[in-house]
């Protein structure tokens, strides 16, 4: 086979590769936008007032690579009926990984490659964190929607906002034409920022997850202008989220398997158990996934208490 030949196969496989790529990409924002204008459907408002959430610990204490030591927090069991972080099933500082809680289920992204990487839970017990934040157990949610229409996360957010107020915790479970991921590698407690210069060796590359289902945690705030001494150890700016809008947010998600057959849903309760077979992998979620369908729940909170 002469040179010319190979040269010729190799562009056209890359050339091929190049094109699926774009489309995909093309197709992920025409879903994102084509219903921008819609809003999700309410089908249950509780009104049961606004009450605080809970952060342990700061954000930037995982941004600055300081969950270490003094800064590396107990938590204790049932302290949240959902949340998000990072965080580690031992008191080792180096295990610290991407974290979603659901009510006294904890999940861990593993920083070992090892371990491929791989989810791990545990129910019942501490857990140890340099950042964690959402809503207290027994909290009723403020709404429950039905989302009528394919929206991104920044867009559901951005509405939502205008609806319930300027700081509220969502939970949603349904699904995505695509998530967009974000995840530590390596553990923030090497005393350097984890982001800029040091964020691929922190950071696995962002990555797309296609036509999946999910259920996240979200935390988000109307706008900086909003901010309180307690939301800034929650929100930041992930400069690997492509959002133009005002809207701050922290959210991470679990990718679920499909029911069984003859199991129509799955229930938020039902996946904290450790027995649960439905949660795969656990991750932090960029405001461009796109969500199709599923349900949200929406809590109105006043602030965010801090607790050291």
């Avoid at 400069?239 to 701050?248: H, T």
């Amino acid at each position: 086979m002469s040179y010319k030949r190979v040269w010729k196969d190799k562009y056209k496989m890359e050339l091929s590769r190049v094109i699926r790529g774009c489309t995909l990409a093309i197709l992920f924002a025409m879903a994102a936008t084509a219903h921008a204008e819609l809003v999700c459907e309410s089908v249950e408002t509780t009104s049961s007032g606004k009450h605080a959430g809970v952060v342990v610990g700061n954000v930037k204490t995982v941004l600055d690579g300081n969950s270490t030591g003094a800064l590396l927090l107990t938590v204790k069991p049932g302290k949240f009926a959902m949340a998000l972080g990072a965080a580690s099933l031992s008191s080792d500082a180096a295990g610290q990984g991407e974290t979603l809680v659901v009510g006294e289920r904890c999940l861990v992204k593993s920083v070992d490659a090892g371990e491929n990487y791989r989810t791990t839970s545990t129910v019942s017990a501490p857990f140890w964190s340099g950042f964690v934040a959402g809503i207290p157990s027994a909290l009723r949610p403020s709404a429950q929607y039905k989302l009528a229409n394919g929206e991104s996360i920044e867009s559901i957010y951005g509405q939502l906002a205008k609806r319930h107020g300027p700081l509220l915790a969502v939970i949603g479970k349904g699904h995505f034409a695509c998530i967009e991921t974000s995840a530590v590698k390596l553990a923030p407690c090497y005393g350097e920022p984890i982001f800029g210069a040091n964020k691929t060796k922190y950071f696995h590359p962002s990555s797309v997850l296609p036509d999946v289902d999910a259920l996240f945690f979200g935390l988000m705030l109307r706008s900086a202008a909003d901010a309180t001494t307690g939301t800034q150890r929650v929100f930041y700016v992930n400069p690997d989220d492509r959002g133009s809008s005002a809207v701050l947010s922290h959210s991470h998600f679990a990718t679920l398997r499909k029911p069984e057959p003859g199991i129509s849903r799955v229930s938020v309760d039902s996946l904290a158990d450790e027995a649960s077979p439905y949660i795969e992998e656990v991750a932090h979620m960029l405001t461009q996934s796109v969500m199709t369908s599923g349900e949200l729940e929406v809590y109105e909170l006043v602030d965010v208490a801090g607790e050291e």
